[in-house]
Nanobody, 122 residues
């Protein structure tokens, strides 16, 4: 399974960016897709999460500004980021949790993309 992000870049404060993430490979069902972000020296933090049944959650720092959405047919998740602030500057990572069903058992696997840089100038 491969997870590939795109859409990062440099934007001025108040601007917008849209991140995309596509999961490809041997995928039966994606249980969850999410966006995390990380700045050097800090823990990776959750930005937004969307489950297979459409349940959505956001970190408090982005509520009202960011919108996560998902195209199940394309195994793609998007993050629309509006009202960007310099504090949003980080590497953004896509996370995918995939269901694996065999005759013997059910389990889940986690995959991460390589990250895409978002830089917001003041």
């Amino acid at each position: 399974v491969q997870v590939v992000e795109s859409g990062g870049g440099l934007v001025q404060a108040g601007g917008s960016l849209r991140l995309s993430c596509v999961a490809s490979g041997n995928i039966s069902n994606i249980a969850e897709m999410a966006w995390y972000r990380q700045i050097p020296g800090k823990w990776r933090e959750l930005v937004g999460r969307i489950t297979s049944d459409g349940s959505i959650s956001y970190s408090d720092s982005v509520k009202g500004r960011f919108t996560i959405s998902r195209d199940n047919a394309r195994n793609t998740v998007y993050l629309q980021m509006n009202g960007l602030k310099p504090d949003d500057t980080a590497a953004y990572y896509c996370y995918t949790k995939i269901d694996v069903v065999t005759r013997e058992r059910f389990y889940q696997l986690d995959y991460w993309g390589q990250g895409t840089q978002v830089t917001v100038s003041s």
